[in-house]
């Protein structure tokens, strides 16, 4: 069974910075690519980032290029998002899923509760 469990939101100011963690589980990690997505209140869920499953390459969206990082740890089946100087436009609940590639960020239909990420300004 795949599970995805995500971790790390909470309640920051403009200009603050969370450390986002997704948990994998069920199914061979290394083997994927991985994203994060998220969803804004009222809004349909969109891309942020994702890299690949063996050279790290990565692709991320413009609204967030430049203040988020994803980056993974195939031994402990996990990947992260770190994201730096957050705007209120930010908040949303943040999900990670797998992909077979990242062009396209297509995902597996996977998800997780996801993590709430709130900023304030």
Do not use: H
Request: glycine share 12%.
């Amino acid at each position: 069974e795949v599970k995805l469990v995500e971790s790390g939101g909470g309640l920051v100011q403009a200009g603050g910075s969370l450390r986002l963690v997704c948990a994998a589980s069920g199914f061979r990690f290394g083997d994927y690519a991985m994203g994060w997505y998220r969803q804004a209140p009222g809004k349909e869920r969109e891309a942020v980032s994702c890299i690949s499953s063996s050279d790290g390459t990565t692709l991320t969206v413009d609204s967030v290029k430049g203040r988020f990082t994803i980056s993974r740890d195939n031994a402990k089946s996990t990947v992260y998002l770190q994201m730096n100087n957050l705007k209120p436009e930010d908040t949303a609940v943040y999900y990670c899923a797998p992909l077979f590639l990242c062009a396209g960020l297509v995902p597996l239909e996977y998800w997780g509760k996801g993590t709430l990420v709130s900023v304030s300004s």
